[in-house]
């Protein structure tokens, strides 16, 4: 008779000898070399098996070893080892190396992840994975935790961007939000808060007592308060200035005062002033003392008493000269500047045509009163591509992301556009019914093609002047060398389209489908288009710049107005060409 | 008989005490501040005489005195001036306040500037002006004077930003180019060289010796190289090759081995890298030594022997801890990098996402090999929102303005895509010659719209998905909260619509053209118009994320394709509609 606890322990002995036999099989492959073999011998051996030898490596061995699993096996393995084993595999590869790993770790259900392995390994996998993956597994984990859980988490959101942080928590359940917000630290809370939508910041600020408002408008920077405010509803307006120092409050209502779109209302007023007699030593210690609270420091202004813009200093200016030297020495004094009301679009330009990181904006006097970061100005230049995008489109733009905003907004955005260039349609309309009669089937088939073509062609030349002039590469000066361009460009492209319309017609439409297009038909359809893309493009190139000249956003003005007009003229000239040139009348 | 020499002399004695009475009695007015009583005196008195009184006064006085003149009377005094008057009120005055009288001055002839006022203050005067009309006369002055004359202006090149002083040589003679090209002194050559366009750049080489060549291409950005080499032919390539050095032509040549649009591509080799173990002051040590030959030096990348990044110090960082405090314990190890491989435009976004200066890239063992900084990041996303305006807009983007590119080659980004979509038409022309004989006129003319409608509809939608992509605010497995949101809001959008156009048949077409469109005619266009939108505007969100999905660019891929569907649609559910379920043949 056998005793059970013997043969526990008898089987318990059997398997660290097969163990032990694995391992230095494996041992002497990896020394050797012989890759293939030892791939048999893993292929061969189970996942516990493998988890029990590779904890028994020193380092170097252990990292060959997990190196040679193929990725499905080497996370299956890696939850078994012990937490010291995993944080030595983490630590010896790099975020690269484990992502494949990582991610296969991840794609378990994020409960398992939590009880099979410790907090810390949990936290170093999510940090070394894809950010994209990361996140979504940070969501699930945090939606499917309770609270005291979230406790544990707390150093792992304390090493994520703020950027980050704000995209999980825009996927996190709305009442567990005020929650999680508060596990962040003191800055991180600011920098995240900043960087949160609308509908959650006023979430957040409606469950903040009037202390933790206050902790976190100090940390804001002023352009980021004002943002805020903008977004919100009065009555959190209101709580937001009481809780704002009054330092704050006087900046706020500054920056307030300035019209929409200027550079007034996107600066900063927290930068740092300079001296002109002041030493290299001394720019360096007043930096080293203001820089926590600032968001640039590396462009200085240099002012006199009455905050007068003198000059313009970098740090990387003060590194290039010794520590007596005085600013004034150096200072840059021909500088690029921006007026408190030039347009925030201008500003982004001038920031991105210089290479700055940061431009100084004046008053009417001449005096100091803000700056405007390269951060800003890149999303200063993102909202106007997609509001040209927009506009050209026929779509209001909207400052808020697609999915964020709701559906009778969008609706009030599309709207109108449609139908404006409905009604507009009443044109085109009337035509036809005008000329219907006298057009045979054949060419009233091929209405939809000439205005299509023409409308085509006269947007090409649109946008590209539209963008050309967004981007300031084309002045309303140049409008006679765009003219000049766009009728030699027309010239050429008129001839092929029309080329290419006679063919299609003789060899798609005849002699494929059997309608009878004459050499005569298909000859005036192929003239029309030739002499409606020329028009539509001369048009095209030529309203945007008009409304330039008028002072109207080409992108808003162009779309509707070209469109119709581009569509009118092409139906008319179609009619002019076959009926009046061709003769090709019904009768 | 009086002496005429005498005469001339009590002449002069008159004008004088002229000129002594008026700066009496402007004195007072001024002192006694009666603004109205000075006007008077200043609209009677000629600009000499006024002259000659401002070079009398004080610097206080002749502040207060030029500040009432009108802008065209004070150009005209000021060219009559000392050069010392006018040097004191150049000085006197700011840019801003000086802009409307050296503007009107400059609209004067620039010879006539150039031989009545002393070469300094031209200058003055010049860099004083609106950057825009600055730039202009300079352009005419430089492209009027002689050779001998340039070297006088070599000072006021001298102060200018290179940006400005390519766009001035863009449009100098080109035979006076390299002669211009040669005032500059050396670094802001290279500066200069850098922003001048393609065709400039190879013409100024192929001018230069040898010696020159090796001069400005010491002086570039390994990344400004790369960018040159990309854009000249194989023989300047040659050239350019063997005088740069051997470490330059190594990191040239890494660079140029990755695919056009990675990282790798728009890097620069050139960064400040650190060790972990360096003191605050080892490390400005460093860089105070390294920053002349950096493009940037407020990010630093701390790496191990083997070049693996470690981790990430900015300058700001440096300066908040002490000097005898070690890299290691302060640096940011969780920071954000990119692959050499990663696509440009996402690493732009990544920089802009997370409010970056630069970031590092990194080659596939983790070794650091490059940075991306945010000037170019900005160039990417301006470029990316070009090529996406011009793709959803049938034209295959350009990487030149459109005043540089040929006509040839507009022709060619243009061609292709109107063919291609002129062709696609088929389709509703097979539809029109299938259903028009069962038609009415009056359904007929309403196809256009019809078509428009729907293919507006189409668009507003699709713009909207294509644009949230790019902007990583719509990922492909949003594409069901994307539908269900397009469902609603077409929902909303079609019963407008089709209202609307029931109306206006009804008003505009019957009641004021006298068009029989009848109720039942009106209802079925309305009705169909409806549908035609709702298909259009699911179709229209679909695509772009289909082809994102299939990895196609969605900008390119939705343009053509979703015209084509949405036209062919909606004319399809028009015949559908009006013939099939309000039976309105024209039998």
Redesign the interface.
């Known amino acids: 008779m056998t005793n059970p606890e013997k043969k526990h322990i008898l089987y318990k002995e059997s398997i660290k000898r097969e163990v032990t036999a694995l391992k230095e099989k494996i041992l002497s492959f990896l020394d050797d070399e012989r890759y293939e073999d030892l791939q048999a011998l893993i292929d061969n051996a189970t996942k516990e098996e493998l988890a029990k030898v590779l904890e028994t490596l020193d380092e170097d061995h252990l990292a060959k070893l997990f190196d040679c699993l193929d990725k499905e096996l080497a996370a299956d393995v890696f939850v078994l080892l012990k937490q010291e084993t995993q944080k030595m595999l983490l630590e010896h590869f790099?975020?690269?190396?484990m992502q494949e790993v990582t991610e296969e770790i991840l794609d378990e259900k994020p409960e398992e992840l939590l009880e099979s392995m410790p907090l810390d390994v949990v936290q170093e996998v999510l940090?070394k994975a894809d950010p994209e993956q990361r996140n979504d597994k940070i969501v699930e984990i945090l939606n499917f935790l309770e609270y005291k859980k979230f406790v544990q988490l707390k150093p792992l959101l304390s090493?994520?961007?703020p950027?980050d942080i704000a995209e999980i928590f825009a996927e996190i359940d709305e009442e567990k939000l005020p929650l999680i917000f508060r596990l962040l630290p003191k800055e991180l809370a600011a920098e995240t808060f900043v960087e949160m939508n609308s509908t959650q910041q006023e979430l957040l600020i409606r469950s903040f007592s009037d202390h933790e408002l206050k902790l976190i408008l100090e940390d804001l920077f002023v352009d980021d308060t004002v943002d805020l405010i903008e977004e919100m509803p009065a009555n959190v307006v209101k709580r937001i200035l009481m809780q704002a120092d009054s330092e704050t409050r006087k900046s706020i209502n500054e920056i307030l005062k300035y019209p929409k779109d200027s550079a007034g209302s996107i600066m900063t007023t927290e930068c740092i002033s300079l001296r002109q007699d002041m030493t290299v030593q001394q720019c360096?210690e007043k930096?080293?003392a203001q820089?926590?609270d600032k968001e640039t420091?590396?462009t200085c202004y240099v002012t006199d008493n009455q905050k007068?813009l003198l000059g313009i200093v970098t740090?990387?200016d003060l590194?290039?000269h010794s520590y007596n030297e005085r600013v004034e020495d150096f200072m840059q004094d021909?500088f690029?500047y921006a007026?408190t009301l030039t347009d925030k679009e201008d500003v982004a330009n001038t920031l991105?045509?210089?290479?700055l990181?940061s431009i100084p904006v004046?008053d009417?006097e001449?005096l100091l009163v803000g700056i405007v970061t390269?951060?800003d100005?890149?999303?200063v230049?993102?909202e106007e591509?997609?509001e040209?995008?927009?506009f050209?489109?026929?779509?209001t733009p909207s400052d808020k992301?697609?999915?964020e905003t709701g559906?009778?907004r969008?609706?009030l955005h599309?709207?109108p556009?449609?139908?404006i260039?409905?009604?507009s349609?009443?044109f085109?309309?009337?035509i036809?019914?005008t000329y219907?009669?006298m057009l045979s089937?054949?060419l009233?088939?091929?209405?939809?093609?000439i205005?299509?073509?023409g409308g085509?062609?006269g947007?090409?030349a649109s946008?590209?002047?539209i963008?050309?002039m967004a981007?300031d590469?084309?002045r309303p000066r140049?409008i006679l060398?765009?003219i000049w361009?766009e009728i030699?460009?027309s010239l050429?492209?008129s001839v092929?389209?029309g080329f290419?319309?006679f063919a299609?017609l003789q060899l798609?439409?005849r002699f494929i489908?059997g309608?009878p297009y004459t050499l005569l038909y298909s000859a005036a359809v192929g003239v029309a288009?030739m002499f409606g893309?020329i028009v539509a493009k001369i048009v095209g190139c030529c309203i945007p710049i008009l409304a330039k000249t008028l002072k109207i956003d080409p992108a808003v003005f162009a779309n509707p107005f070209i469109?119709t007009f581009t569509?009118v003229l092409s139906?008319l000239i179609f009619c002019g060409v076959t009926l009046g040139l061709f003769g090709l009348g019904t009768v």
């Open positions: 790099s975020d690269i190396e940090l090493e994520l961007k950027m360096f930096i080293r820089a926590i420091i590396y007068k740090v990387k590194l290039l021909n690029v007026d991105s045509k210089y290479d990181l004046v009417q001449n390269v951060d100005a890149l999303d230049i993102t591509a997609t040209d995008i927009s050209i489109n026929a779509v992301p697609y999915l559906v009778f969008i609706y599309r709207i556009w449609l139908l260039l409905m009604i349609a009443t085109t309309g009337l036809l019914n219907e009669a089937t054949l009233v088939a091929c209405v939809p093609m205005m299509g073509t085509n062609a947007s090409q946008v590209t002047v963008r050309g981007l590469e084309i140049d060398s765009v361009k030699r460009v050429l492209v092929s389209v290419v319309c299609k798609i439409d489908f309608y288009i893309v469109t569509d139906l």
